[in-house]
């Protein structure tokens, strides 16, 4: 089953991708990682925080993507992307890539802290048309993800640590 990646970036002072020469570098970034991974890289961005942009991609594990990390390819992306982003966070998932919809023009990330899977799983269950949760791989810290459509989280019973709004952004 392959695993999902959860990173997010914030564009430095009022930086995007309206500029033609960032934009090439995110669609480089999105042909040189596919091409590694063999899964589409998809970009979100969160309305609520515009400079904040967020990929979304598979990999066969764990291990995959850290050979890519340390490969000649993503450290020079590293070092061309270092003046106009800061990398906010990134995260392994055992959600199964191949069921978040590639056609999601928006969604929503919930955070929730550690140990909580099976009540996450149970509040979310039927709650959404669909919804993945999963957790976090590293083993330093475990806390629950859930990818799912827009949406209310009320009545949920348990409380998220963290919402982020996702709205797609074709390159």
């Known amino acids: 089953m392959p695993i999902t990646e959860f990173a997010s970036l914030q564009f430095k002072a009022s930086r995007g991708l309206s500029e033609p020469d960032i934009l090439a570098l995110f ?47 993503n450290q020079e992306l590293l070092r061309v992307f270092m003046p106009f982003i800061n990398i906010l966070g990134m995260v392994h998932l055992d959600i199964d890539f191949e069921c978040i919809p590639r056609d999601a023009e928006c969604m929503i990330c919930l955070k929730f802290g550690e140990g909580v899977r099976g009540q996450v799983a149970r509040a979310i269950g039927g709650h959404f048309s669909w919804a993945e949760v999963g957790q976090n791989l590293q ?23 963290g919402h982020t709004e996702l709205q797609r952004v074709h390159l």
């Open 27 to 73: 669609q480089m970034l999105s042909a040189w990682q596919s091409e590694c991974s063999g899964y589409p890289l998809l970009f979100f961005t969160n309305p609520k925080a515009p400079s904040e942009i967020h990929l979304v991609t598979g990999w066969e594990s764990v291990e995959a993507h850290e050979a890519w990390i340390l490969g000649e390819r």
């Open 139 to 161: 083993d330093d810290c475990r806390e629950v993800y859930v990818f799912t459509q827009s949406g209310s989280t009320t009545g949920l019973g348990i409380e998220p640590t």
